[in-house]
């Protein structure tokens, strides 16, 4: 049904009669009267809302089409993106990987890139491997003893007459091990370690 403002002529489709008192007209907010209106204003009207729905359709279809050209102009979609999050987590995890190669292969060699070397590095150095070589690296200890070599050769015993170092056995249980460990100081390494009587380096 057609019903039209008597104040400023408006036309609207109101699809129930019932409901036309409780209405206003949505241009100017005066109450509707009933009105029934000839077939061709009504195909008028009807044209009127379909020509809208129409342009509407039409421009929400060019907005996504130059939305669509956007992005490809642009080079990012959505498979650019899953893409580019994939790149990133796997260069993240070889990163990852490399920052913990690097710090493994710095706690090998401690003490290498220290520019003077003295005999507390040479003592570490040598308490970090022989700890390092037990069957239980955390529990085993290497107490401090002092240095009995002379010059640039660092000389370390853990024994009877030192501190014997504490290890785990096969079976778990503590036991006393004798060690020793020379370091040149010039390169910075260890050239001799002997554990519990046996030739290491």
Known sequence: MITTCSHCQHETFIKDDDMIHHSV?????????????????????????????????????????????????????????????NVLQIAGVIIFTAIMINSKIENIEPIKEKQNFTWNDALYLCQYNIKNLANDPEKAEVPYVENIGKGNEYYFAWGRSTK??????????EIPVSASCIVDGNQKRIVSLTIDGKTII
């Open 25 to 85: 007209c949505p241009n100017c907010g005066m109450p509707f009267f009933k009105k029934k209106t000839n077939p061709e204003a009504l195909a008028r009207i009807r044209a009127e809302i379909s020509g809208k729905l129409n342009k509407k359709n039409k421009a929400d279809l060019k907005s996504k089409k130059l939305l669509e050209n956007h992005k490809k102009e642009n080079g990012f979609n959505e498979d650019d993106k899953r893409k580019l999050i």
């Open 164 to 173: 014997f170092a504490r290890m785990r056995n096969g079976l778990g249980l």
